[in-house]
T-cell receptor, first 114, second 111 residues
């Protein structure tokens, strides 16, 4: 595997379900990010992790819970989501947060909340 | 607050030159990046300007004027494969990794 991978690529879940999105980077980077991309809206930064420590939480509802067990893996745990949470969720990584201008993105997870 | 403005759509023909503008308002500024995203694909990094002036990378160039809070992406010798969305993004802080994205410009290249 190379670059940034994300699983699953597609996910349909009910509002009462609990699911997790997984991201793995194979680039030796120290910073990882979660973004939400909705139609007709800019990419919205959700969380930033640097060396496994969360350094940015962009006023994200608590139904989204990130986890970064090591510098290569990032999870987004989802529970009791709302239909408006349906979007493309993108993971990205960079050498360090100071190099966040150059981020490498995964292919995303297309989430549909029913 | 922080905001970026770019045109929503641009159309050009193969072989032409197109310029995508971006104006920004941020409380801090460490540089302007550009990303390309094809339909159904992941955003990919194109260029970064921290200082005023023009940066050239092959057919793509990016320009920044910090005094005008303005930048642009210039695409030359357009090819059909350049049809994609282009996002400008501002690095508003040096250490927290926060990158603020514009809404994106959809470029359609016609034969």
């Amino acid at each position: 595997e190379t670059g940034v991978t994300q699983t699953p690529r597609h996910l349909v879940m009910g509002m009462t379900n609990k699911k997790s999105l997984k991201c793995e980077q194979h680039l030796g980077h120290n910073a990882m990010y979660w973004y939400k991309q909705s139609a007709k809206k800019p990419l919205e930064l959700m969380f930033v992790y640097s060396l496994e420590e969360r350094v940015e939480n962009n006023s994200v509802p608590s139904r989204f819970s990130p986890e970064c067990p090591n510098s290569s893996h990032l999870f987004l745990h989802l529970h009791t989501l709302q239909p408006e949470d349906s979007a493309l969720y993108l993971c990205a990584s960079s050498q360090a947060t100071a190099s966040s201008y150059e981020q490498y993105f995964g292919p995303g997870t297309r989430l549909t909340v029913t | 607050g922080q905001s970026l403005e770019q045109p929503s759509e641009v159309t050009a023909v193969e072989g032409a030159i197109v310029q995508i503008n971006c104006t920004y308002q941020t409380s801090g500024f460490y540089g302007l990046s550009w990303y390309q995203q094809h339909d159904g694909g992941a955003p990919t990094f194109l260029s970064y300007n921290a200082l005023d002036g023009l940066e050239e990378t092959g057919r793509f160039s990016s320009f920044l004027s910090r005094s005008d809070s303005y930048g642009y992406l210039l695409l030359q010798e357009l090819q059909m494969k350049d049809s994609a969305s282009y996002f400008c993004a501002v690095m508003g802080s040096g250490n927290t990794g926060k990158l603020i994205f514009g809404q994106g410009t959809t470029l359609q290249v016609k034969p």
